[in-house]
């Protein structure tokens, strides 16, 4: 056996209702908080009231500008608005979106260089300010994950920062407050969830157990997105629980090519992340059966899509096109999102042989 670590430090609070006990999990000597959230998703899900009721006396402000897909530029001003507030602790409420974005402002709170230093590798000068995370989406898995994922996109730049510091300390994962997402979100937010795991299940970091939970997790999300997607509330609880799994999952064995190929995807055409994914996803999975080292792997995955009549089908059937040109994507811009993917860190972990041709044949043959 395949010798493992497996290091998760977030204490994980699942349950309907489990929003409520949010201040038995803040520390008492914590006096200054800061809520980083977006536009609306923490009044539509009702967690920005319930936290509200919850302060019990500590001065709280609520930072409610963070955009989808969150840029460095904006990550940059969590520095003097952290600086400024003498906050203790930061509460994220929202999707993937507010969760990264309120672990770049606790960086920025500490540290001194730019965020963009900090993905290049530069060594973190000090301990980020503590990050309790509320998910209102089902998919990023952020809330137990070292990853923070920025864009850029004035340079077309799309990446991550991964740091053990920046794990939350706790997270809520309250199925109820994902109840508000219309339709069509469930199903990307689920989408990328359910990548999450079969990349991770696929990569060369995976383990023995980071395996048992990758597939626990794809089994459920392929058995209960349709559902969901439907509100029907135990399928949204089930796939609020398996988004979760697979960020544990990716917390070890990360994501590999499908995720960093998506990328472009959302930069250059404002495609939604996990959508973005779950086009790439069948023609992926064919790349992958034939190229990569993990054929048996791709076999099992290919089994569990098979009662849904196969993965493209599966896709198609949530009114997802798994065609890149029914997004107007062309094939002159191709070459131009291959350059941008071999260049990430992903590719290595990846069990196949990558170049920037191989990739844009991928990418081709989606179109
Ligand atoms: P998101 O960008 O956080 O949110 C998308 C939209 O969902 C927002 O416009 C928000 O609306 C709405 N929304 C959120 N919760 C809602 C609710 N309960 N009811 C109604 N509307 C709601 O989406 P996401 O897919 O969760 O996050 C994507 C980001 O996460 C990407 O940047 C991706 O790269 C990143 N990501 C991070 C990790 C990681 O490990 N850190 C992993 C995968 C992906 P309003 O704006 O109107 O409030
Ligand atoms: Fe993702």
New binding site residues.
Partial sequence: MKPFEFYIPTKIVFGRGKINELSSFIDKRISRVLVVT????GE??GALKAIKNQMNGRFFDVFDRVE???SLQLIEEGRSVTRAGGYQLIIAV???????AAKGFAVLATNDGLMKEYMGGRVLENKPLPVICIP??S????EV?P???F?DHEVGF?GGFAHPDIFPVVSIIDPE??F???SQ?IV??GL?ALT?AIESYLSTDANVLTDALALHSIKTIIDNLSSAAKKDEEAMCLVSYASMIA?VV?AHAGTILLHIMGYPLTIYHNI???KANAILLPQFLEFMLANSTVRNKVVEIDNLFKPFGGARKYIEDFGISTRLSSYGIKESELRLFAEKTIVKGDVKITPASLNVDVIAKIYSDTL
């Avoid at 977006?38 to 998703?41: L, P, R």
């Avoid at 998919?139 to 952020?142: C, E, I, L, N, V």
């Fill in positions: 977006d536009k609306d998703s539509k899900s989808e897909n969150p929202g999707g993937g979106s507010p969760m990264d209102t989406t998919g990023t898995g952020s994950t990853y923070a994922v864009s799309k407050l994902t508000s997402m219309p979100l990307n937010t990328d999450h960020g990716i939604h992340h996990g």
